[in-house]
């Protein structure tokens, strides 16, 4: 099973921006669909972005469209999440998980490894 590190979290005012990454140990990060889901208190944790196994594809929830990019080096076995024009709503402990599964599919269930997660927090 895949390890998985969040770090690049922290506190930024609304507008600006963060790189978030996330380093994978264990098994060769080039066998796993990645993802980035987030959670803010007393709500579920939801999808934000995921990226193929070659990185080709990619897919994101339509509140970051736009704004979040998703990218991985796979020699690097690191899976980033640029964020721009960060709104207080994207608040959140964000989490890195891979999956098995070569077709992305934006749902937790789908995503068997996660890291511990990092805090993001946008002040207005």
């Known amino acids: 099973q895949v390890q998985l590190v969040e770090s690049g979290g922290g506190l930024v005012q609304t507008g600006g921006s963060l790189i978030l990454s996330c380093v994978a140990s264990?098994?060769?990060?080039?066998?796993?669909?990645m993802g980035w889901f987030r959670q803010a208190p007393v709500k579920e944790r939801e999808f934000v972005a995921a990226i193929s196994l070659s990185g080709s594809s990619t897919k994101y929830t339509d509140s970051v469209t736009g704004r979040f990019t998703i990218s991985r080096d796979n020699g690097k076995t690191t899976v980033y999440l640029q964020m721009n024009s960060l709104r207080p709503e994207d608040t959140a402990v964000y989490y890195c998980?891979?999956?098995?599964?070569?077709?992305?599919?934006?749902?937790?269930?789908?995503?068997?490894?996660w890291g511990q997660g990092t805090q993001v927090t946008v002040s207005s």
């Open positions: 264990g098994r060769t990060l080039s066998s796993y669909t």
């Open positions: 998980a891979a999956s098995i599964f070569r077709d992305i599919a934006p749902v937790r269930s789908a995503f068997g490894s």
